[in-house]
């Protein structure tokens, strides 16, 4: 039973460019959340998501950074334009209900993005 | 004020030694609290969930005093492998069920 899968597990991009982030929640589960972990800094929460909705963005920047969670398909974080201070380390975690529950997040390794 | 304020440490301690972490939440609503454990640029994992009790998981204690909204972690003869850092972390439910995560103490037990 596989984990939570991300990939590219390293990403280098050079300013101005887009990244494209991918998570596979673990089977079974319908609850994915990204969270955005800058050297030094703990982790913070960036968006919620359900297949095919949007549940909280509130930790989401206001410009250049995207997220969808499609009906098929692994859900995608998308940063237009990156600066240098989008470089970080984002995980995806996924639940099979949604932590009000356990509480428990199944996290995936992690997308390393280096912006040059 | 961060949500979830801990001292980022680290702790230095000697192998067989007790350790305790805090940890503080500002949010009076909050509801749930767990400890997580996150190794050198791994992914985090569940340690623990924190009852108002206090419970216990072998050499991990957890205490939780909603009045003073401080949360701790008791590690007793500690180990080599238990050096990580270590994540309080909060659920509010009214905020639509995500975690919070605090800074993480980072702990390190040398022989």
């Known amino acids: 039973n596989a984990g939570v899968m991300q990939n590219p597990r390293h990403l280098v991009r050079r300013r101005g460019q887009e990244a494209r982030l991918r998570c596979s929640p673990m089977?079974?589960?319908?609850?994915v959340y990204w969270y955005r972990q800058l050297p030094e800094e703990g982790l913070k929460f960036m968006v919620y998501?359900?297949?095919?909705?949007?549940?909280?963005e509130s930790g989401m920047p206001k410009e250049r950074f995207s997220a969808e969670f499609p009906k098929e398909g692994p859900s995608i974080l998308r940063i237009q334009q990156v600066v240098r201070g989008d470089s970080a380390a984002y995980f995806c975690?996924?639940?099979?209900?949604?932590?009000?529950?356990?509480?428990?997040?199944?996290f995936g390794e992690g997308s390393r993005l280096t912006v040059l | 004020r961060k949500e979830v304020e801990q001292d980022p440490g680290p702790f230095n301690v000697p192998e067989g030694a007790t350790v305790a972490f805090n940890c503080t939440y500002s949010n009076s609503a909050s509801q749930s609290f767990f400890w997580y454990r996150q190794d050198c640029r791994k992914e985090p994992k569940l340690l623990m969930s924190?009852?108002?009790s206090g419970n216990e998981d072998g050499r991990f204690t957890a205490q939780l005093n909603r009045a003073s909204q401080y949360i701790s972690l008791l590690i007793r003869d500690s180990k080599l492998s238990d050096s990580a850092t270590y994540l309080c972390?909060?659920?509010?439910?009214?905020?639509?069920?995500?975690?919070?995560f605090g800074q993480g103490t980072e702990l390190s037990v040398k022989p």
């Open positions: 972390v909060v659920n509010n439910y009214n905020q639509g069920g995500k975690l919070i």
């Open positions: 975690a996924s639940s099979a209900t949604g932590t009000a529950n356990t509480g428990e997040l199944f």
């Open positions: 089977k079974g589960h319908s609850h």
């Open positions: 998501l359900q297949k095919e909705n949007i549940i909280d």
């Open positions: 924190v009852y108002s």
